[in-house]
């Protein structure tokens, strides 16, 4: 294992000890939607990139093949940010939209249908 690669995995392991138990719940469920429901700053970003990150990690889903959601560019930027600090490199293979740029993409290529 590369110096990096155990760097992230580190990270990764010291995020996910500082989740509590409910977050912790969140994280480790591999299959199938998990609903998170809480107020700003309670760590809904930090409980979406450790579950995506568990995802890459216990499973041979590929990273591209996941796609992350937010409400705000900002949203957007420091989801990519956060999942990078937790898996690396392969945070930018992740597919991560807005809500309207996902949706403007989806039309985008499928003008055909649209017109």
Not at 72 to 79: D, L, P, Q, S
Request: aromatic content about 8%; charged content about 20%; proline content about 2%.
């Amino acid at each position: 294992m590369d110096g990096k690669l155990k760097e992230h995995n580190r990270l990764f392991h010291e995020a996910y000890l500082k989740l509590n138990t409910a977050q912790r719940q969140a994280v480790d469920a591999i299959d199938g939607p998990v609903l998170v429901i809480a107020g700003p700053g309670t760590g809904k970003t930090q409980i979406l990139a450790a579950r995506i990150g568990q995802i890459l990690k216990q499973t041979d889903t590929k990273a591209g093949n996941i796609l992350c959601l937010t409400y705000t560019e900002t949203g957007r930027v420091e989801m990519r940010n956060r999942l990078f600090t937790l898996i690396g490199s392969a945070a930018y293979r992740v597919s991560i939209h807005t809500f309207h740029s996902f949706c403007n993409e989806v039309i985008q290529d499928n003008l055909s249908y649209f017109s």
